[in-house]
């Protein structure tokens, strides 16, 4: 009988990829990472939830204790990058250095096992010709969470399962209520687990930056009002500018040596292209040429064409066919063909507002 552990949240999710698993015979044994110190609610009831779970399935449940993980990886490059006028996206940095890389050496060290689950909404294939692993989109585009998992290379995805790509979150809450599992009618947990912890992701911040007030500026110069720190802003913000203008305003640039946010109408928003750094080639090794691909920015927007130019120094520029609202530094880009994740990185530059 094959062994896998499952990265089990205490969401509806994990505990069906756990129960689909359990139920084709596989042998499974629960993992919890304890992320947050202090009293982190999202993290407290997860654990209960996921032992729990493990109890009616009648598997064994691990909790591993990596908060000072997730301080380092997650906690000190959110703050530091907010505090650099940056707006970093914490999940794929979490999937990479403090989910899947520890998981598997645990699952590999104390456990016996070399196969992790989780209950992401993406898909892995392998692919003969190349060797490669390659990631692919839920069937649920709705779901989907390949952005998520574009950092994840080839070492780890040769040991990932990913029991719900192939199917709807429709389908995983008639499945959990078919099991019987407690999680079942469990409500959405929010994308980003600081905030649900914190009530936003400003009062986490303001835990560790002190309020610095500065200038909110058009892109002439002019002063339209006043902020209380650039780390309450971000890249085609639109809401809690605090400015009454005739036309909405938008955020168009943190300018960090001056402690000034600046603001333009939507069009200013708009660029025309963006480098990346950090990339991480999923499904293909690094072209030496341009190539077209489609590029998501963002979490929530769709994939759209785009040439990708290789750089020195593992990095990228990016130019879209047309340009694209609230490209933001900080944030990945990832690049598709179709539904096939070519690789991603994170967004460096944009051109300044002008």
């Known amino acids: 009988m094959e062994k896998v552990v499952v ?4 969401g509806v999710d994990s505990s069906v990829a756990a129960a689909v698993l359990h139920r084709q015979g596989y042998d499974v044994v629960g993992i919890t990472l304890w992320l947050m ?7 407290s009831e997860g654990m209960v939830d996921a032992a729990q779970l493990c109890e009616e399935l009648g598997i064994p449940h691990h909790i591993v204790d990596s908060r000072e993980a997730f301080e380092k990886n997650i906690v000190d490059y959110l703050v530091g990058g907010y505090g650099d006028g940056i707006t970093p996206l914490p999940c794929s940095q979490c999937n990479k250095a ?3 890389a520890p998981m598997l050496r645990y699952a ?3 456990l016996g096992c070399d196969r992790i689950a989780t209950g992401h909404y993406a898909c892995i294939t392998h692919n003969t010709e190349t060797g490669r692993y390659e990631l692919r989109r839920a069937v649920d585009r709705n779901k989907d969470q390949s ?13 990932v399962v990913f029991p719900l790509g192939d199917q709807t979150k429709v389908q995983t809450r008639a499945m959990a209520a078919e099991f019987g599992l407690h999680t079942a009618e469990k409500p959405e947990s929010q994308d980003l687990c600081l905030v649900e912890a914190h009530g936003s992701m400003q009062g986490f911040l303001d835990q560790f930056l002190a309020p610095k007030e500065g200038d909110i500026v058009d892109q002439e110069g002019r002063v339209l009002g006043q902020h209380t720190g650039i780390h309450h802003y971000t890249i085609g913000q639109r809401k809690g500018l605090g400015i009454a203008a005739a036309n909405p305003l938008y955020v168009v640039g ?3 040596g001056r402690n000034q946010v600046i603001v333009g109408d939507r069009t200013a928003v708009h660029f025309p292209d963006c480098t990346v750094q950090r990339i991480n080639w999923v ?3 690094a072209p030496q040429t341009p190539i077209s691909v489609e590029v998501q920015v963002r979490y929530r927007t769709a994939a759209v064409p785009a040439t990708l130019i290789p750089l020195e120094d593992d990095r ?7 340009p694209q609202f609230g490209v933001t530094p900080g944030q990945a880009a990832v690049w598709y063909e179709g539904d096939r994740v070519l690789g991603g990185g994170i967004i460096e530059r944009i051109p300044n507002p002008a």
């Not at 110190?37 to 993290?43: L, M, R, S, T, Y």
Request: with cysteine; proline share 0%; net charge negative.
């Open 316 to 322: 990228a520029r990016i130019v879209f066919d047309e």
């Open 147 to 159: 952005y998520f998992l574009y950092d994840l290379e080839q070492e780890i995805l040769a040991h």
């Open 108 to 110: 590999q060290a104390e």
């Open 283 to 285: 499904s293909i090794t």
């Open 98 to 100: 403090v989910k899947f």
């Open 7 to 10: 990265g089990l949240s205490g």
């Open 254 to 256: 943190l300018d960090v």
């Open 37 to 43: 110190k202090g009293k982190g609610q999202c993290c």
